[in-house]
Protein backbone atom coordinates (compact mmCIF):
# COMPACT_ATOMS: atom_id res chain seq x y z
CA UNK A 1 0.00 0.00 0.00
CA UNK A 2 1.50 3.14 -1.06
CA UNK A 3 2.15 5.62 2.17
CA UNK A 4 -0.94 8.29 2.99
CA UNK A 5 0.63 11.16 4.14
CA UNK A 6 -1.24 14.41 5.34
CA UNK A 7 0.33 18.03 5.94
CA UNK A 8 -1.17 20.27 8.03
CA UNK A 9 -0.24 23.82 7.45
CA UNK A 10 -0.72 26.06 10.87
CA UNK A 11 -0.21 22.78 12.79
CA UNK A 12 1.22 23.93 15.56
CA UNK A 13 -1.50 26.53 16.64
CA UNK A 14 -4.50 25.74 18.24
CA UNK A 15 -6.55 24.01 15.81
CA UNK A 16 -3.50 22.03 14.60
CA UNK A 17 -3.06 20.50 17.80
CA UNK A 18 -6.47 19.68 18.49
CA UNK A 19 -6.29 17.50 15.80
CA UNK A 20 -3.04 15.90 15.60
CA UNK A 21 -3.34 12.99 17.62
CA UNK A 22 -6.92 11.82 15.39
CA UNK A 23 -4.43 12.49 12.02
CA UNK A 24 -1.63 10.61 13.56
CA UNK A 25 -4.24 7.61 13.84
CA UNK A 26 -5.14 8.36 10.12
CA UNK A 27 -2.39 8.59 8.68
CA UNK A 28 1.03 6.64 7.78
CA UNK A 29 2.87 10.08 7.93
CA UNK A 30 1.89 13.57 9.39
CA UNK A 31 4.12 16.67 8.57
CA UNK A 32 3.08 20.57 10.19
CA UNK A 33 4.33 23.32 8.27
CA UNK A 34 4.36 26.23 11.29
CA UNK A 35 6.35 28.82 10.79
CA UNK A 36 5.73 29.36 14.96
CA UNK A 37 4.63 32.88 14.66
CA UNK A 38 5.92 34.64 17.70
CA UNK A 39 2.30 36.62 18.46
CA UNK A 40 0.88 32.63 19.15
CA UNK A 41 3.79 31.04 20.40
CA UNK A 42 5.20 32.65 23.32
CA UNK A 43 8.09 30.55 23.49
CA UNK A 44 9.88 28.51 20.69
CA UNK A 45 9.12 25.62 22.65
CA UNK A 46 7.11 22.58 20.13
CA UNK A 47 3.89 22.70 21.37
CA UNK A 48 3.21 19.78 24.32
CA UNK A 49 -0.18 19.32 22.07
CA UNK A 50 0.99 18.46 19.55
CA UNK A 51 1.17 14.83 18.85
CA UNK A 52 3.82 13.36 19.40
CA UNK A 53 4.04 11.11 15.89
CA UNK A 54 3.83 14.75 13.92
CA UNK A 55 6.85 15.99 12.31
CA UNK A 56 7.29 19.28 12.76
CA UNK A 57 8.85 21.57 9.77
CA UNK A 58 9.33 25.18 10.78
CA UNK A 59 9.06 26.88 7.39
CA UNK A 60 7.20 29.57 6.31
CA UNK A 61 4.19 28.75 3.59
CA UNK A 62 4.77 32.42 1.41
CA UNK A 63 8.24 31.20 0.51
CA UNK A 64 8.51 29.22 -2.10
CA UNK A 65 12.04 27.39 -1.19
CA UNK A 66 10.18 26.08 1.74
CA UNK A 67 7.77 24.58 -0.20
CA UNK A 68 10.69 22.66 -2.16
CA UNK A 69 12.12 21.71 0.84
CA UNK A 70 8.59 20.07 2.03
CA UNK A 71 7.76 18.23 -0.91
CA UNK A 72 11.46 17.36 -1.32
CA UNK A 73 10.43 14.88 2.01
CA UNK A 74 6.80 14.24 1.63
CA UNK A 75 4.14 14.19 -1.28
CA UNK A 76 0.67 14.48 0.56
CA UNK A 77 -1.91 12.54 -0.21
CA UNK A 78 -4.49 15.18 1.89
CA UNK A 79 -3.56 18.63 3.13
CA UNK A 80 -4.66 20.44 5.72
CA UNK A 81 -4.49 24.02 5.25
CA UNK A 82 -4.62 26.48 8.83
CA UNK A 83 -1.69 28.74 8.84
CA UNK A 84 -3.00 32.43 8.80
CA UNK A 85 -2.86 35.91 10.09
CA UNK A 86 -6.13 35.60 12.27
CA UNK A 87 -6.25 38.93 13.84
CA UNK A 88 -9.84 40.96 13.26
CA UNK A 89 -9.15 44.32 14.01
CA UNK A 90 -5.18 43.94 13.83
CA UNK A 91 -5.86 43.10 9.66
CA UNK A 92 -7.36 46.47 9.33
CA UNK A 93 -3.78 48.37 10.28
CA UNK A 94 -1.94 45.32 9.11
CA UNK A 95 -3.36 44.39 5.74
CA UNK A 96 -0.30 43.61 3.55
CA UNK A 97 0.87 41.24 6.35
CA UNK A 98 -2.87 39.59 6.46
CA UNK A 99 -3.05 39.53 2.73
CA UNK A 100 0.09 37.87 2.26
CA UNK A 101 -0.32 34.96 4.51
CA UNK A 102 -3.67 34.30 4.10
CA UNK A 103 -3.71 35.27 -0.06
CA UNK A 104 -0.38 34.42 -1.33
CA UNK A 105 0.31 31.83 1.19
CA UNK A 106 -2.56 29.44 -0.31
CA UNK A 107 -1.17 30.72 -3.84
CA UNK A 108 2.45 29.75 -3.12
CA UNK A 109 1.07 26.17 -1.47
CA UNK A 110 -0.65 25.43 -4.55
CA UNK A 111 1.99 26.63 -7.00
CA UNK A 112 4.04 24.48 -5.05
CA UNK A 113 1.64 21.27 -6.04
CA UNK A 114 1.80 22.19 -9.24
CA UNK A 115 5.56 21.98 -9.83
CA UNK A 116 5.94 19.05 -8.22
CA UNK A 117 2.76 17.65 -9.91
CA UNK A 118 1.29 16.73 -6.73
CA UNK A 119 -2.32 16.85 -6.85
CA UNK A 120 -3.93 16.09 -2.59
CA UNK A 121 -6.73 13.90 -2.89
CA UNK A 122 -8.02 16.35 -0.71
CA UNK A 123 -7.67 19.79 0.32
CA UNK A 124 -9.13 21.35 3.69
CA UNK A 125 -9.47 24.73 4.36
CA UNK A 126 -10.57 25.93 7.59
CA UNK A 127 -12.67 29.45 6.66
CA UNK A 128 -14.43 31.97 8.76
CA UNK A 129 -17.44 33.08 9.51
CA UNK A 130 -15.98 36.44 8.68
CA UNK A 131 -16.63 35.59 4.77
CA UNK A 132 -20.61 36.84 5.65
CA UNK A 133 -19.62 40.24 7.66
CA UNK A 134 -22.69 41.69 8.72
CA UNK A 135 -24.64 38.91 7.11
CA UNK A 136 -28.19 39.05 6.40
CA UNK A 137 -30.87 41.38 8.10
CA UNK A 138 -34.55 41.07 7.75
CA UNK A 139 -36.80 43.77 7.60
CA UNK A 140 -39.60 44.31 10.67
CA UNK A 141 -41.94 45.65 8.14
CA UNK A 142 -42.56 43.23 5.38
CA UNK A 143 -40.01 40.83 6.33
CA UNK A 144 -37.90 40.83 3.26
CA UNK A 145 -33.90 40.08 3.93
CA UNK A 146 -31.69 42.75 2.77
CA UNK A 147 -27.33 43.32 3.24
CA UNK A 148 -26.91 46.23 5.00
CA UNK A 149 -23.41 45.85 4.21
CA UNK A 150 -21.15 47.74 6.72
CA UNK A 151 -22.08 50.12 9.80
CA UNK A 152 -20.29 53.29 8.88
CA UNK A 153 -18.11 55.42 10.90
CA UNK A 154 -21.23 57.87 11.85
CA UNK A 155 -23.06 55.31 12.86
CA UNK A 156 -20.84 53.47 15.72
CA UNK A 157 -19.73 56.67 16.40
CA UNK A 158 -23.81 57.55 17.48
CA UNK A 159 -23.93 54.18 19.31
CA UNK A 160 -26.47 52.84 16.70
CA UNK A 161 -25.46 49.52 16.68
CA UNK A 162 -27.96 47.51 15.10
CA UNK A 163 -29.47 48.30 12.01
CA UNK A 164 -32.62 50.71 11.81
CA UNK A 165 -35.68 48.34 11.99
CA UNK A 166 -34.28 45.32 10.68
CA UNK A 167 -33.22 41.86 12.90
CA UNK A 168 -30.24 40.34 11.99
CA UNK A 169 -30.60 36.28 10.58
CA UNK A 170 -28.17 33.41 10.98
CA UNK A 171 -25.78 32.87 8.52
CA UNK A 172 -26.04 29.64 6.50
CA UNK A 173 -23.13 29.01 3.51
CA UNK A 174 -26.36 27.27 1.94
CA UNK A 175 -28.13 30.90 1.19
CA UNK A 176 -26.32 33.61 2.49
CA UNK A 177 -24.24 36.12 0.67
CA UNK A 178 -20.33 36.44 1.41
CA UNK A 179 -19.87 40.38 2.01
CA UNK A 180 -16.42 40.42 4.64
CA UNK A 181 -16.11 43.60 7.08
CA UNK A 182 -12.83 43.08 8.28
CA UNK A 183 -9.33 42.65 5.80
CA UNK A 184 -9.38 39.19 7.52
CA UNK A 185 -12.62 38.59 6.34
CA UNK A 186 -12.18 39.25 2.63
CA UNK A 187 -8.91 37.20 3.16
CA UNK A 188 -10.74 34.07 3.81
CA UNK A 189 -13.27 34.44 1.30
CA UNK A 190 -10.09 34.74 -1.44
CA UNK A 191 -8.73 32.04 -0.17
CA UNK A 192 -11.98 30.20 -0.65
CA UNK A 193 -11.74 30.97 -4.11
CA UNK A 194 -8.38 30.83 -4.45
CA UNK A 195 -8.59 26.79 -3.13
CA UNK A 196 -11.99 26.45 -5.53
CA UNK A 197 -10.38 27.65 -8.96
CA UNK A 198 -7.18 25.28 -8.62
CA UNK A 199 -9.23 22.16 -7.33
CA UNK A 200 -11.53 22.55 -10.19
CA UNK A 201 -8.99 22.68 -12.66
CA UNK A 202 -6.63 19.81 -11.19
CA UNK A 203 -9.73 17.59 -10.19
CA UNK A 204 -8.65 17.61 -6.35
CA UNK A 205 -11.83 17.57 -3.50
CA UNK A 206 -11.44 21.29 -1.85
CA UNK A 207 -13.47 20.90 1.76
CA UNK A 208 -14.09 24.69 3.21
CA UNK A 209 -15.16 24.55 6.56
CA UNK A 210 -16.44 27.88 7.97
CA UNK A 211 -15.81 28.16 11.52
CA UNK A 212 -17.75 30.53 14.14
CA UNK A 213 -16.10 31.61 17.45
CA UNK A 214 -13.74 29.22 18.09
CA UNK A 215 -12.62 28.24 22.16
CA UNK A 216 -10.97 26.44 24.71
CA UNK A 217 -7.85 24.48 25.87
CA UNK A 218 -4.90 25.17 23.81
CA UNK A 219 -5.80 28.57 22.29
CA UNK A 220 -2.69 30.93 22.78
CA UNK A 221 -3.23 33.08 26.49
CA UNK A 222 -1.21 35.33 25.04
CA UNK A 223 -2.07 36.27 22.40
CA UNK A 224 -3.59 39.82 22.26
CA UNK A 225 -5.90 39.67 19.14
CA UNK A 226 -7.44 36.72 18.62
CA UNK A 227 -9.36 34.50 21.43
CA UNK A 228 -12.27 36.61 23.29
CA UNK A 229 -13.63 33.85 25.55
CA UNK A 230 -9.81 33.03 27.06
CA UNK A 231 -9.07 37.01 27.02
CA UNK A 232 -12.61 37.55 29.21
CA UNK A 233 -11.19 34.30 31.48
CA UNK A 234 -8.16 35.66 31.88
CA UNK A 235 -9.62 39.03 33.43
CA UNK A 236 -11.92 37.36 35.49
CA UNK A 237 -9.16 35.03 36.69
CA UNK A 238 -7.45 37.98 38.20
CA UNK A 239 -10.83 39.48 39.56
CA UNK A 240 -11.22 42.23 36.98
CA UNK A 241 -14.46 43.21 35.60
CA UNK A 242 -14.88 42.12 31.90
CA UNK A 243 -15.00 45.29 29.64
CA UNK A 244 -18.04 44.56 27.08
CA UNK A 245 -17.70 46.29 23.74
CA UNK A 246 -20.83 48.53 22.21
CA UNK A 247 -23.29 47.62 24.45
CA UNK A 248 -22.50 43.91 25.19
CA UNK A 249 -25.26 42.69 23.00
CA UNK A 250 -23.58 41.68 19.85
CA UNK A 251 -24.23 37.97 19.30
CA UNK A 252 -21.57 34.89 18.72
CA UNK A 253 -21.90 31.01 18.50
CA UNK A 254 -19.29 30.19 20.71
CA UNK A 255 -17.91 26.72 19.76
CA UNK A 256 -15.70 24.73 21.89
CA UNK A 257 -12.41 23.01 19.81
CA UNK A 258 -13.27 19.69 20.78
CA UNK A 259 -16.22 19.75 18.74
CA UNK A 260 -14.32 21.72 15.88
CA UNK A 261 -11.27 19.31 15.93
CA UNK A 262 -14.33 16.69 15.17
CA UNK A 263 -16.17 18.47 12.70
CA UNK A 264 -12.52 18.72 10.42
CA UNK A 265 -11.50 15.05 11.16
CA UNK A 266 -15.77 13.99 10.39
CA UNK A 267 -15.37 15.80 6.92
CA UNK A 268 -11.97 14.25 6.22
CA UNK A 269 -13.14 10.64 6.58
CA UNK A 270 -16.68 11.65 4.69
CA UNK A 271 -16.62 9.81 1.41
CA UNK A 272 -19.85 11.29 -0.20
CA UNK A 273 -19.64 14.35 -1.95
CA UNK A 274 -19.81 17.41 0.80
CA UNK A 275 -21.73 20.56 0.04
CA UNK A 276 -19.13 23.62 -1.00
CA UNK A 277 -18.68 24.92 2.06
CA UNK A 278 -19.93 24.20 5.39
CA UNK A 279 -20.78 26.15 8.29
CA UNK A 280 -19.00 24.93 11.82
CA UNK A 281 -20.55 26.08 15.14
CA UNK A 282 -23.22 25.10 17.87
CA UNK A 283 -26.03 26.30 15.95
CA UNK A 284 -26.91 28.64 19.17
CA UNK A 285 -25.85 32.44 19.86
CA UNK A 286 -24.73 33.71 22.50
CA UNK A 287 -24.62 37.50 23.48
CA UNK A 288 -21.11 38.67 24.44
CA UNK A 289 -22.61 40.04 27.89
CA UNK A 290 -23.96 36.62 28.96
CA UNK A 291 -20.85 35.09 28.00
CA UNK A 292 -18.93 37.50 29.83
CA UNK A 293 -21.46 36.98 32.43
CA UNK A 294 -21.41 33.13 32.85
CA UNK A 295 -17.08 33.89 32.93
CA UNK A 296 -17.51 36.07 35.97
CA UNK A 297 -19.53 33.76 37.71
CA UNK A 298 -17.26 30.56 37.15
CA UNK A 299 -14.52 32.76 38.79
CA UNK A 300 -16.61 34.64 41.32
CA UNK A 301 -15.31 37.75 39.85
CA UNK A 302 -17.43 40.70 39.66
CA UNK A 303 -19.80 41.61 36.92
CA UNK A 304 -18.78 42.59 33.34
CA UNK A 305 -19.89 46.10 32.72
CA UNK A 306 -20.59 48.16 29.12
CA UNK A 307 -17.25 50.19 28.41
CA UNK A 308 -18.87 51.79 25.20
CA UNK A 309 -15.52 50.82 23.24
CA UNK A 310 -16.49 49.78 19.43
CA UNK A 311 -13.80 48.21 16.92
CA UNK A 312 -13.78 48.76 13.03
CA UNK A 313 -14.74 45.72 11.70
CA UNK A 314 -16.30 43.75 14.27
CA UNK A 315 -19.91 42.73 13.19
CA UNK A 316 -22.89 43.24 15.09
CA UNK A 317 -23.97 39.68 15.01
CA UNK A 318 -22.37 36.39 14.29
CA UNK A 319 -24.64 33.44 14.48
CA UNK A 320 -25.01 30.18 11.62
CA UNK A 321 -27.40 27.27 10.53
CA UNK A 322 -25.92 24.26 11.40
CA UNK A 323 -28.86 21.77 9.74
CA UNK A 324 -27.04 21.62 6.49
CA UNK A 325 -23.47 20.89 8.53
CA UNK A 326 -25.28 18.20 9.94
CA UNK A 327 -27.30 16.53 7.42
CA UNK A 328 -23.48 16.44 5.03
CA UNK A 329 -21.50 14.72 8.26
CA UNK A 330 -21.33 12.40 10.55
CA UNK A 331 -21.18 14.97 13.49
CA UNK A 332 -23.23 16.73 16.05
CA UNK A 333 -21.69 19.46 18.35
CA UNK A 334 -21.37 18.31 21.91
CA UNK A 335 -20.76 21.30 23.95
CA UNK A 336 -22.71 24.07 25.42
CA UNK A 337 -21.12 27.66 25.95
CA UNK A 338 -21.67 26.31 30.06
CA UNK A 339 -20.17 23.22 29.74
CA UNK A 340 -17.50 24.40 27.35
CA UNK A 341 -16.52 26.95 29.72
CA UNK A 342 -15.62 24.17 32.18
CA UNK A 343 -13.50 22.37 30.59
CA UNK A 344 -11.69 25.47 29.25
CA UNK A 345 -11.63 26.71 33.18
CA UNK A 346 -9.66 23.98 34.15
CA UNK A 347 -7.36 24.12 31.65
CA UNK A 348 -6.77 27.78 31.81
CA UNK A 349 -6.16 27.27 36.12
CA UNK A 350 -3.55 24.55 35.39
CA UNK A 351 -1.48 26.21 32.86
CA UNK A 352 -1.48 30.04 34.69
CA UNK A 353 -0.70 27.49 37.43
CA UNK A 354 2.22 26.12 35.51
CA UNK A 355 3.39 29.15 34.41
CA UNK A 356 3.36 30.73 37.83
CA UNK A 357 5.44 27.63 39.29
CA UNK A 358 8.42 28.29 36.50
N1 LIG B 1 -9.81 30.02 16.15
C1 LIG B 1 -10.90 30.55 15.59
O1 LIG B 1 -11.80 31.09 16.26
C2 LIG B 1 -11.08 30.46 14.09
C3 LIG B 1 -12.32 30.84 13.56
C4 LIG B 1 -12.48 30.82 12.19
C5 LIG B 1 -11.45 30.38 11.36
N2 LIG B 1 -10.26 30.01 11.90
C6 LIG B 1 -9.18 29.61 10.97
O2 LIG B 1 -8.60 28.41 11.42
C7 LIG B 1 -7.20 28.39 11.08
C8 LIG B 1 -6.38 28.02 12.31
O3 LIG B 1 -6.65 28.96 13.34
P1 LIG B 1 -6.09 28.79 14.81
O4 LIG B 1 -7.13 29.28 15.72
O5 LIG B 1 -5.51 27.43 14.99
O6 LIG B 1 -4.94 29.88 14.76
P2 LIG B 1 -3.48 29.87 15.45
O7 LIG B 1 -2.99 31.26 15.32
O8 LIG B 1 -3.51 29.23 16.78
O9 LIG B 1 -2.67 28.91 14.47
C9 LIG B 1 -2.21 29.32 13.21
C10 LIG B 1 -0.82 28.74 13.04
O10 LIG B 1 -0.35 29.16 11.77
C11 LIG B 1 1.03 29.48 11.93
N3 LIG B 1 1.40 30.41 10.86
C12 LIG B 1 1.02 31.71 10.73
N4 LIG B 1 1.57 32.23 9.65
C13 LIG B 1 2.31 31.25 9.06
C14 LIG B 1 3.13 31.17 7.91
N5 LIG B 1 3.32 32.24 7.12
N6 LIG B 1 3.75 30.00 7.63
C15 LIG B 1 3.59 28.92 8.43
N7 LIG B 1 2.83 28.93 9.54
C16 LIG B 1 2.20 30.09 9.85
C17 LIG B 1 1.17 30.06 13.31
O11 LIG B 1 2.48 29.94 13.82
C18 LIG B 1 0.17 29.21 14.09
O12 LIG B 1 0.80 28.09 14.70
C19 LIG B 1 -6.88 29.76 10.51
O13 LIG B 1 -6.83 29.64 9.11
C20 LIG B 1 -8.06 30.63 10.93
O14 LIG B 1 -8.30 31.64 9.97
C21 LIG B 1 -10.05 30.05 13.25
Not at 15 to 26: P, T
Not at 267 to 286: H, K, N, V, W, Y
Request: charged share 20%; with cysteine; proline share 5%.
Amino acid sequence: MPERSCIVTGGAGFIGCSISADLVRRFDRVVAVDMMHPQVHKTQNRPDALAEGVELMRLDITDPASWERVLAAVQPTVVVHLAAETGTGQSLTEATRHTHTNVTGTAVMLDAFARHGIVPERILLCSSRAVYGEGAWRRRDGGEVCYPGYRTRDQLAKGAWDFEGMDATPSSAVQTRTVPTSVYGATKLTQEHVLYSWAAAYGTTPIVLRLQNVYGPGQSLSNPYTGIVSLFCRLARAGKSIPLYEDGQMLRDFVLIDDVAAAIVAALDASAELPRSLDIGTGAASSIGDAGTLIAKLYDAPAPHVCGLYRYGDVRHAACLIEPTLSALDWRPRYTLESGLVRLKSWIDRQLALEEEA
